[in-house]
C-alpha cells in the first residue's frame, strides 16, 4: 500500500480496516466506521468484505452489500465512506495509492498482522445460499420479532413479568439505536404490545376518569 512519501506492502493475510485504533488498518477519518471492512489477501486474489459500516464501501463507484465478499480487480478504486484509496496488483502482495485531493499521510495506518493471526472468511459463508448475515457498523443486526411474540405469550401468562420484558427489550432497543444509528426490526410490534396492554388503557382510564368528572360537576 502505497502513501504520500512512503510505501506499505501488504502481505497474505485479513486486515480490518477502520477507525478503531485496534484495526490492521487505521483510517483516521470520521466517515469511516470503528470496524468498516475486512480485506483478505491469498497471493493474487484479494477480497474486500464490508463489515455493515455506516457509510459503506465502493469498489470503482459500486457500493458494496453488506454481507458478501467481493474480489478486488486490478487497480481498483476503493472508498471507504469518503476517503478513497487505490489497491494495485504487482508482483509480490497487494498495494494500494491514496487518491484522496490533500489527504494527509497519516490519515491512513497499517498495522503488521498478529502472529498466528489467520485470514478469517466472510461471515456469509457461514450462511445459507441467499440469506447472508447482517452487520452494523460491525455489530449483528438484531430483530425484535421473536421477541416481540414472547412478550405477548408473557403477558396472556402473567401480566406485570410481560410488561417488565416489553419495556426492558424496548430500552434494549432503544440502546442498539443510539450505538449503531440503527432501528431494529420488530420494534414497532413492542411499541404497539406496549401501547395496548398499557399506554393505551392509561389513556382510556384518564378520558372516562375525565368523563365522569364532568358529568359528576355537571349534576351539582
Not at 480485506?39 to 457509510?55: K, M, Q, V
Not at 453488506?66 to 476517503?83: D, K, R
Request: net charge positive; hydrophobic share 40%.
Amino acid at each position: 500500500m502505497q502513501l504520500p512519501g512512503q510505501q506499505r506492502t501488504l502481505n497474505d493475510g485479513s486486515y480490518i480496516i477502520g477507525r478503531d485504533p485496534g484495526c490492521n488498518i487505521v483510517i483516521n477519518d470520521m466517515t469511516v466506521s470503528g470496524r468498516h471492512a475486512q480485506l483478505t489477501i491469498n497471493g493474487r486474489d484479494a477480497r474486500l468484505f464490508d463489515l455493515g459500516s455506516r457509510n459503506g464501501t465502493t469498489v470503482a463507484g459500486q457500493r458494496l452489500q453488506t454481507g458478501i465478499a467481493i474480489p478486488l480487480p486490478e487497480s481498483a478504486m476503493v472508498t471507504f465512506g469518503t476517503f478513497s484509496t487505490t489497491f494495485t496488483f504487482s508482483t509480490g502482495p497487494v498495494g494500494g495509492t491514496v487518491q484522496a485531493p490533500g489527504q494527509p499521510s497519516s490519515a491512513l495506518q497499517a498495522a503488521p498482522v498478529s502472529p498466528g493471526y489467520s485470514p478469517q472468511a466472510p461471515a456469509r459463508q457461514n450462511q445459507p445460499i441467499g440469506a447472508p448475515q447482517q452487520v452494523v457498523d460491525g455489530l449483528p443486526y438484531k430483530s425484535y420479532h421473536g421477541t416481540a411474540v414472547l412478550v405477548l405469550v408473557l403477558y396472556w401468562v402473567l401480566y406485570l413479568p410481560g410488561l417488565i420484558a416489553n419495556i426492558v427489550f424496548i430500552h434494549d432497543a432503544n440502546n442498539y439505536r443510539r450505538r449503531t444509528g440503527q432501528t431494529a426490526e420488530g420494534i414497532g410490534c413492542l411499541w404497539a404490545l406496549l401501547w395496548f396492554f398499557l399506554l393505551g388503557p392509561l389513556c382510556i382510564g384518564a378520558v372516562l376518569a375525565f368523563a365522569v368528572f364532568v358529568l359528576g360537576i355537571s349534576t351539582l
